[in-house]
C-alpha cells in the first residue's frame, strides 16, 4: 500500500544526545515537510524540501537538521542544540502543482521523549 | 502575513447534536482552505477542502463553505456521533509572508469529545 512510515514510534532520549527521525514515502510525491505539535500550539513547520538535494527551514529549524539525498526519504536529525525537544513530530509529502501545495499526507508520528 | 486562528476547545457534545468549530484566516493572495482530522495517536487525515470562494467542501457529513467576504471556513455537520471524536485543524496554503504556496499552515486544533 502507498503512504508514509515513520519510525521509531516512541523514542526515549538522554540529553546531549542527537536522535535520527526516519520518514519513507512510496507515493512519489516531490516535496515532504517535517512538524513539530504540541499540545495547544497546533502545528509547527521544520523543514520542507520540495526537491532532492534541496530543502528550506521552516518556522521553528533552530536544533534541527535534515537531508533529501532521495526523493522517497527524508530524516530528521533532533539535535542536542535543540533545547526543548519532547513533542510530536509528524512527516508528511504532497505533489505540488506548480508551487502550490493542495494536500498533504501525513506519517503516523514520532513521540520523542527526553530523559 | 497568512495565519489562521480557530475556536479553542474542548467542545463538548452530545451525540446526534449539531457541531460548528469556527476558522478564520488572514491572507494575500487566494489561497486553499483545509479542515484535516487527527484521530488519538494517529497522524492528521484531510477531512475536506475548498480551493476558491463560494466552494463548498464536504466529506462524511462535515461541511465547510469558503467565505471570501468574511474570510471564513467554518466546519459544520449536522449529527455528531461518538467516532468523531477527535482533534480538528483548519489550514490554509501558503507562507506566512504571502508568496508562494509551497505549504500549509495550521491552526491551534480544536478538540471535538462527543458522549454518548
Known amino acids: 500500500d502507498g503512504g508514509i512510515t515513520q519510525s521509531p514510534k516512541y523514542l526515549f532520549r538522554k540529553e546531549g544526545q542527537n536522535v535520527t527521525l526516519s520518514c519513507e514515502q512510496n507515493?512519489?510525491?516531490?516535496?515532504m515537510y517535517w512538524y513539530r505539535q504540541d499540545p495547544g500550539q497546533g502545528l509547527r513547520l521544520i523543514y520542507y524540501?520540495?526537491?532532492?538535494?534541496?530543502?528550506q527551514k521552516g518556522d521553528i529549524a533552530e536544533g534541527y537538521s535534515v537531508s533529501r539525498e532521495k526523493k522517497e526519504s527524508f530524516p530528521l536529525t533532533v539535535t542536542s542544540a535543540q533545547k526543548n525537544p519532547t513533542a510530536f513530530y509528524l512527516c508528511?509529502?504532497?505533489?505540488?502543482?506548480?508551487?502550490?501545495?493542495?494536500?498533504?499526507?501525513f506519517g503516523e508520528g514520532s513521540r520523542l521523549t527526553v530523559l | 502575513g497568512n495565519s489562521v486562528t480557530q475556536m479553542e476547545g474542548p467542545v463538548t457534545l452530545s451525540e446526534e447534536a449539531f457541531l460548528t468549530i469556527n476558522c478564520t484566516y488572514t491572507?494575500?493572495?487566494?489561497?486553499?482552505l483545509f479542515w484535516y482530522v487527527q484521530y488519538p495517536g494517529e497522524g492528521l487525515q484531510l477531512l475536506l477542502k475548498?480551493?476558491?470562494?463560494?466552494d463548498k467542501g464536504s466529506n462524511k457529513g462535515f461541511e465547510a463553505t469558503y467565505r471570501k467576504e468574511t474570510t471564513s471556513f467554518h466546519l459544520e455537520k449536522g449529527s455528531v456521533q461518538v467516532s468523531d471524536s477527535a482533534v480538528y485543524f483548519c489550514?490554509?496554503?501558503?507562507?506566512?509572508?504571502?508568496?508562494?504556496?509551497?505549504?500549509?499552515?495550521f491552526g491551534t486544533g480544536t478538540l471535538l469529545a462527543v458522549q454518548p
Open positions: 524540501s520540495q526537491i532532492v538535494n534541496d530543502f
Open positions: 508528511a509529502s504532497s505533489i505540488l502543482q506548480g508551487t502550490r501545495v493542495e494536500e498533504l499526507f
Open positions: 507515493l512519489n510525491h516531490d516535496a
Open positions: 475548498a480551493t476558491k470562494a463560494d
Open positions: 489550514a490554509l496554503s501558503g507562507p506566512r509572508g504571502g508568496g508562494a504556496t509551497n505549504k500549509l499552515i
Open positions: 491572507a494575500t493572495g487566494y489561497p486553499s
